[in-house]
């Protein structure tokens, strides 16, 4: 079987991940170079791999460049995407720069492998909250065609990076320690707008059209885009709330030809990444604290809404940074390889 020189780029939550999947999966790697903005040595799981400091001569052989640094202007992938694909690389990007643009497949593949074909050097991981959403729901657009969708998202602080982490750990041990006498507490240069420890607030992203936040468009826009369909109508509302790991959702769908919830169960439990936990009156359904370190996304309480005879709710829950992030990445890249 032939191997690839393989670099992840990002040694934050995702680009850690990124080498457990790598490993996990087998995927065929020659090389492995792992790039930051600092050189180090880090331990995953008992491996020791070295850390390099990003540089443009790096990608020098590199045939895979999976990214996992910051995004914008100044990102990671900004900067050294261009730089990997001019020395042969195929850049598998993480974050958001490059996903809207026309020229870039934006691939989950439970959805959309093919376009991985599309690709002219760089291929797009959409948002964590994204894909578990269009794996959930994929199924159900190809059997009943979903019109519209209303999605309140439940997320994790590692959605947020390494520093959001730290900020919610250091903020539930100031206000455990102090007995629960009060919840505020007064960190500074927190790595989140609001405080996250024993809180919950709706404000992901900065503010912009339609007062929506950006990561609430990202889920109207990639999900067109994933879905090759823009006729479908998304609302959106991003909540941060004080989980580690493991992305919740509250999602309702109104399709165009009927479908009964157990027809819709039937359908997901034959899915490819999906697990459905769906028994509430045994207290079963997906939760993120079981769902750490899972590739699939989990779906429960599917149920048909009360006054909506096309109207359908679904509960669906991931790890972030395994389905949401790293493994989508991973199995971008074996469909590249195959
Ligand atoms: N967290 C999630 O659930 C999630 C899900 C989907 C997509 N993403 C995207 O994945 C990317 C990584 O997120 P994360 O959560 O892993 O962030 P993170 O924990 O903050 O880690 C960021 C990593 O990127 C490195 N980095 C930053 N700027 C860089 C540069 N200019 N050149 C090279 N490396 C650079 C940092 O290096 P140092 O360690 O040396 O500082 C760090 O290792 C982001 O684009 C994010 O939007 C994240």
């Known amino acids: 079987m032939k191997k690839y020189n393989v670099a992840v780029i990002g040694a934050g939550v995702v680009g850690i991940e990124m080498l457990r999947v790598l490993k996990e999966r087998n995927f065929p790697v020659q090389d492995l170079r792992v790039f930051a903005r600092s050189s180090r040595e880090i331990d995953v799981d008992g491996q020791k791999y070295a850390v390099e400091a990003v540089s443009p001569e790096g990608f020098k052989g590199i045939d895979i460049a999976l990214f996992a ?4 202007e100044k990102g990671a992938a900004v900067t050294f995407a261009p730089e990997a694909i001019k020395r042969g690389a195929v850049v598998i990007d993480n974050g958001a720069d490059f996903r809207m643009d026309p020229k870039v497949p934006l ?9 991985v ?19 959930a729901l994929w199924p159900i657009h190809k059997k009943a065609g979903i019109k519209k969708i209303i999605v ?13 982490v730290e900020q919610l750990k250091e903020e539930t041990v100031i206000i455990s320690s102090r ?8 960190v500074e240069n927190r790595a989140m707008p609001q405080q996250l420890g024993f809180n919950v607030f709706p404000h992901i992203g900065g503010f912009s059209e339609c007062d929506y936040t950006s990561e609430e468009w990202k889920l109207v826009h990639e999900t067109h885009k994933i879905m090759h369909d823009k006729k479908i109508k998304i609302s959106a509302t991003t909540i941060r709330v ?9 999602v309702y769908i109104e399709t165009a030809k009927p479908i009964t919830a157990d027809a819709a169960r039937k359908l997901l439990s034959r899915a490819a990444g999906i697990v459905v936990i769906d028994d509430p009156a045994k207290s079963l359904y997906p939760m993120p604290k079981d769902v750490e370190g899972r590739d699939e996304v989990f779906v429960g309480r599917i149920r048909q809404d009360c006054f909506e005879k096309k109207g359908l709710w679904l509960w669906v829950v991931a790890d972030n940074l395994r389905k949401g992030a790293a493994t989508n990445a ?9």
């Open 152 to 164: 309140t998202t439940l997320q994790a602080s590692s959605g947020a990076g390494k520093a959001a």
């Open 179 to 186: 007995g629960f006498t009060s919840v505020h507490v007064n």
């Open 330 to 338: 991973v199995q971008i890249a074996e469909c590249l390889v195959k």
């Open 107 to 115: 691939v989950v593949p439970e959805v959309n492998a093919a376009d």
């Open 242 to 250: 004080p989980v580690r790991t493991g992305h919740s959702e509250s």
């Open 69 to 72: 640094g910051t995004e914008g």
């Open 117 to 135: 074909r599309k690709h002219k050097g760089i291929i797009a991981n959409p948002n964590c909250s994204t894909i578990q959403m269009v794996v």
